[in-house]
């Protein structure tokens, strides 16, 4: 609804997806890789709008897994805009209201089960210290009081809208210096008004997310094999329980539903090349599918296609 009001100006850049192979997050903020939940009605957009010395960006984000590596070295604020969401962080639910703050260098793995409309401050080089920050390189999220943090959402919406409307007023440099002035200000207050959340207890420790990570690197790096859990979990030095336990913490499902999804979704980076060198058989081989009845079915109730019409797609397009 948010995107349907809005039109595109020299103050407002707003990018729509309905294909997932076309999605792209925003790069000025981190590198993001997502893997989809659910592909049925797919739909993605966001909103940015650059201030003198901050960007704005308002995502509608899909059901999702996606990682993302922060490079902020002047920090990032990142809110949802309307409170029924449902989102982890790594390990952390975090649906009832709060705000992340953060800055540094930082890997979160988030679990959106649904899509959610969610706002990011990225500051800039210019930007003074606000003592908003206490620690670089830690996740750091807050409970905000709700007025301070409806104020915050409201601003943020209003500056969308002025630049949508009125891109002019974002083009001079004393009326953009007094809009992004009380973003910053409601921002400050948003921080002074909140707590740490008591959510940070229960997130999920740094080993649970390092042997995540390392489940990643082995099935990247074992494409092509069968990849069977005691194996894996010899290679981590970890139970299997322990695995299980790590995955289903971090990523929100067993190991089992979550090596098939990496699998697959490799699977289809290869047939959106649509290389005339690869054929469904290969691909799906490729990436550890040797029995491709079940292969042909899995990926059917994952992408709503079959594999021969994504490959037969990609050589059209190509």
Partial sequence: MLFQTLSPSRALSITQFSDIDAFRPVDFVAEARSVPLNLANFHAARAIVPLPQCHVAVLTSFPRIVDVSYRAAHGVVIFQIEDDYEVSVNGMSANRPAFIGMRGNLDLQFVEPRGSLHAIITLGEGMRDREWFDTPDELCPFMPAPEALATVRSITMGILQTASARPELLQDPRSALAIQESLLLAIDEMFRSSRASELTSRLASKGYCRLVRMIDDYVAFHAASAIYSADLAEQCGVSVRTLGTAVASVRGMSLHRYLRLKQL?????????????????????????????????????????????TLARARRTD
Avoid: P
């Fill in 265 to 309: 979704w490799a699977a289809r980076v290869q047939l959106v090349k649509g290389s005339d060198a690869i054929t469904v058989t290969s691909c799906a081989r490729a990436n550890g599918f040797h029995h491709m009845g079940e292969f042909a079915r899995l990926y059917r109730a994952t992408f709503h296609e079959t594999a021969s019409r």
